[in-house]
């Protein structure tokens, strides 16, 4: 493990419309780190992200993102947002959302640095394996094309930290796999942390180094085998709940009208 | 009088500029429009900055309208931008001050008793009514619209794209919704006293409209959105000085077919690009 983490929670607390989301929060990731996280709907997971964007200040405890408060327009800090379609008739190709991640929050005509910009939007399609999507209208691609251009965008500023609220999210298991394939690549060859939400752990269950497992402001950190057993998830939810091993899936039995494990990879 | 010598006219060379001018902002700004959904909202501010011009008519006189609709506008398109992305509450507001704008501007001209060209201009358009103080007012506002549009239309574009990804990147969404807003607002009241409160959307979105039909590239979209705006002002004007007609039905009508006509090139285009993906796929 690095000695500076990629970020950093101590006893961080969140409130959201007066309602505190978790409390007491502890969490060190380390540079290259693939961390998952689980949870019912509103149980903070999304929100988990907002702190480290720096949308969203801390009730409690502190946040250091390599090594600094988390602030707005972090460079370093690659964000793949919950998937929406692209309207249709958006007049918006693959190479130009690519570029958003780069230069879109600067202000005035760019003028300058125009071919550098050129190169490393390449250099992100190239990445994601989506070079020839460069020139099609982002609306006429599929979900999973789509997505992948959205992580292009939220590389293609070289991030040390990479975000992703629901990447596989309506995507089919083929697509799946390589949306995984491609950020486990990233973590690997550029020592990106990756924190990654979801309600699905099989698909990303190869890659987790670890699981933040969110219910009712109670939560559990560790890895896959310390955290997905019918003990601590049992205990998480109040409620008797199975944790099921079947060959490389984990499949939770109860508490089903909570959250939707099932269905996830194969 | 021929067309020819009418040109040769001050007044209409005045219009004329001006519409180069109105053309050049609502075919800019036009991308952002379709690409935030505003149609309706253009729609619901046209008529407020017709409410604003029939009272500024009304209580101060011809000289003022400008004023009362640039007022009426700009009050408006601020609310409208302030209001969230809730496209149904968003909708219903924007439908209820509509029709009270509306109703309040054909009271304000039915109690005014002045000349009654005045009074249908704000609502049909109207260019012989455009001096040369306009021109130069509108020049500078024109310039003025485009120099805040030119520094804010890359975040603004990220921002109506993708305001979460954008506010994390350190765009200021709120603050640029706003700027946006007084933008439309202004382009809106100029738009209303040339081609009138009912037919602004034919330049703020109808050009813009066609170009996404034929086009995924933001500039050329843009730059085929302000041609397409020109061509319909000025086709326009000219065809309404040979017609005698007001020039809202020719840059209607001009505008509809440049839209129709994009709209046949983009399933041509569409069609091409599935028959390729079928034979790679094959």
Not at chain 2, 18 to 34: I, Q, Y
Not at chain 2, 85 to 97: F, K, M, P, T, W
Not at chain 2, 103 to 121: C, D, E, H, I, P
Request: with cysteine; proline share 4%.
């Amino acid at each position: 493990m690095s000695s500076t983490p990629s970020f950093r929670l101590t006893g961080a607390e969140v409130r959201r419309g007066g309602r505190t989301l978790w409390t007491g929060l502890d969490l060190d990731v380390a540079p290259g780190e693939f961390v998952t996280v689980l949870g019912p709907n509103g149980s903070g997971k999304t929100t988990l992200l907002s702190v480290l964007l720096g949308l969203l200040p801390l009730a409690a405890g502190t946040c250091e993102v390599g090594g600094h408060a988390p602030r707005r327009g972090n460079a370093t800090v690659g964000y793949v947002p919950q998937h929406t379609n692209v309207d249709p008739l958006t007049p918006l190709r693959g190479r130009d959302l690519v570029g958003l991640g780069l230069d879109g929050h600067r202000f005035g005509p760019a003028l300058r640095g125009r071919a550098e910009r050129a190169r490393k939007v390449r250099e992100a399609l190239l990445q994601v394996d989506a070079l020839d999507l460069a020139d099609d209208p982002v609306g006429a691609l599929s979900g999973g094309e789509q997505q992948r251009l959205r992580i292009a965008q939220a590389l293609v500023g070289d991030p040390g930290l990479l975000l992703a609220d629901e990447p596989l999210h309506s995507l089919d298991l083929a697509r799946q796999r390589t949306v995984v394939d491609l950020l486990e690549r990233r973590r690997r060859e550029h020592d990106t942390a990756v924190v990654l939400v979801t309600h699905e752990l099989n698909p990303v269950l190869p890659v987790t180094d670890r699981v933040l497992y969110l219910v009712d402001g109670q939560f559990r950190i560790g890895t896959p085998d310390e955290v997905m057993t019918s003990e601590t998830l049992s205990e998480l939810y109040r409620t008797e709940v199975d944790v099921v091993r079947i060959r490389d899936r984990i499949v939770v039995v109860g508490a089903e009208d909570r959250l939707v494990h099932t269905g996830g990879g194969p | 009088m021929s067309t020819v010598d009418l040109l040769s006219l001050d007044f209409v060379r005045n219009a004329l500029i001006a519409g180069v001018v109105l053309a050049v902002l609502s075919g800019l700004l036009g991308p952002v429009v379709v690409g935030r959904g505003m149609a309706f909202s253009v729609h619901g501010t046209a008529e407020l900055a017709f409410a604003g011009g029939a009272g500024a008519l009304l209580v101060f006189g011809t000289d003022a309208v400008g004023w009362g609709a640039l007022v009426g506008a700009v009050l408006v398109a601020l609310l409208f931008g302030a209001l969230g992305r809730a496209q149904r509450e968003r909708d219903s507001v924007i439908g209820v001050l509509l029709s009270f704008g509306l109703g309040l501007g054909v009271l304000f001209q039915s109690l005014y008793t002045g000349r009654s060209a005045n009074k249908f201009g704000l609502l049909v358009g109207q260019i012989v009514g455009v001096d040369v103080g306009d021109v130069l007012t509108l020049a500078i506002v024109g310039v003025v619209v485009l120099g805040v549009f030119a520094v804010v239309r890359r975040p603004l574009l990220f921002a109506s794209l993708d305001p979460e990804v954008a506010a994390a990147r350190g765009v200021p969404v709120r603050a640029l919704s706003i700027v946006f807003a007084v933008l439309l607002g202004v382009t809106v009241a100029l738009g209303v006293q040339i081609v009138g409160a009912l037919l602004v959307l034919c330049l703020l979105i109808t050009p813009a409209a066609a170009a996404a039909q034929v086009t995924a590239s933001p500039t050329l979209a843009s730059v085929l959105a302000v041609v397409f705006a020109e061509v319909a002002v000025i086709g326009g004007i000219v065809a309404s000085l040979d017609a005698g007609l007001p020039i809202s039905p020719f840059v209607a009508s001009i505008a509809f077919a440049i839209y129709v006509g994009c709209r046949a090139l983009g399933a041509l285009r569409t069609r091409r690009r599935a028959t390729r993906a079928t034979i790679m796929a094959g």
